[in-house]
């Protein structure tokens, strides 16, 4: 009895809770004939939203006014420079992922240097610098879509003893993530900030080093996403990472993580990454038009955070 009530103080499993309902009730709709493909298809697309989510979720820890507006900007640029750079080769898997990479170290240390020196707040500075991401992979585009190496294409849509191969990296992430905040000191020192820039100033934490790394982190991370997401998708779109800045978001939120920072939650993010997926999947099966399901998705989403108490603004 004391388990079961330690579980339902976990955020997290309402995330999941709620996954289950909309899984059932597709499946119900379906007749069960669908239920395998829909949950394939949930855990490769929900992969994409959990290695994203994940470095939003570290951002967000860092307190008040932390978040990385620049998520989808960054995925365009990296999965359009790493295509380019691979042109088809098999032989340049490797280099291509290391660009990508690359650009998200790069575009990291611009989110922050605008942030420090410019002491402007963090979503401006995202902000902006998106705008210059952006632009740059519309100048490197320049209305090409080149296509994956076969190697590398094949990978991001087969599966392991039925298991999407996107999902197993995305857990790949996840328990590293799980390690860097658990097992770690960067993982105490991002939650410290968190809670108290003060104080973790007087404790001796060296703050802008960790915040700088964290948003790299992060950008990286998106970095990697649009890599495997341009390869997955058959080429690099302008569009690709558009509906993953209020994705990134949303799966930190309702996956409980503290909005309020200091305090983050790796299985959330899996569950609130299905939940998104299976949602809107959910609408389609019963024939709601592009608008009813915005409506109804945020209304849902509402409702789950609501029957979790709010307790996504507060700890594990």
């Excluded at 991370?221 to 997401?229: E, K, N, Q, R, T």
């Excluded at 592009?290 to 507060?314: C, D, E, K, M, Y």
Aim: glycine share 12%; charged share 10%.
């Amino acid at each position: 009895m004391n388990a079961l009530r330690a579980l339902h103080r976990k955020p997290w499993i309402w995330s999941f809770a709620a996954t289950f309902v909309v899984w059932v009730l597709t499946v119900l709709f379906t007749g069960g004939a669908s239920s395998l493909g829909l949950s394939q298809a949930a855990l490769t697309f929900a992969a994409f939203s959990v290695i994203v989510g994940i470095g939003q979720m570290f951002v967000i820890t860092l307190g008040p006014g932390n978040i990385d507006l620049s998520v989808p900007a960054t995925m365009t640029l990296a999965g359009t420079v790493a295509l380019k750079l691979m042109n088809v080769e098999d032989g340049m898997i490797v280099p291509g992922l290391l660009i990508s990479i690359l650009i998200g170290l790069a575009i990291g240390i611009g989110n922050y240097t605008l942030i420090k020196l410019l002491r402007i707040p963090p979503i401006i500075a995202t902000l902006s610098m998106s705008f210059i991401v952006q632009s740059t992979a519309i100048w490197s585009n320049r209305g090409l879509r080149i296509k994956p190496p076969e190697q590398l294409a094949d990978f991001t849509v087969s599966s392991l003893v039925g298991i999407p191969n996107i999902a197993i990296v995305a857990f790949l992430f996840s328990v590293l993530a799980w390690v860097l905040l658990e097992k770690t000191i960067y993982g105490r020192w991002i939650s410290a900030i968190g809670q108290s820039v003060f104080a973790a100033r007087m404790a001796g934490i060296p703050v802008d080093g960790t915040r700088l790394a964290t948003y790299m982190l992060c950008a990286i991370l998106a970095s990697i996403c649009g890599y495997l997401l341009a390869s997955f998708s058959g080429g690099a779109a302008l569009n690709m990472g558009s509906e993953y800045l209020l994705m990134s978001i949303a799966v930190v939120i309702i996956g409980g993580t503290a909005v309020a920072g200091g305090d983050s939650n790796v299985p959330g993010i899996w569950g609130a990454s299905l939940f998104m997926f299976l949602v809107v999947s959910m609408l389609n099966t019963y024939g709601f038009g592009a608008g009813s399901r915005l409506i109804l998705t945020g209304f849902i989403i509402i409702a789950v955070i609501l029957v979790a108490g709010g307790r996504p603004l507060g700890g594990r």
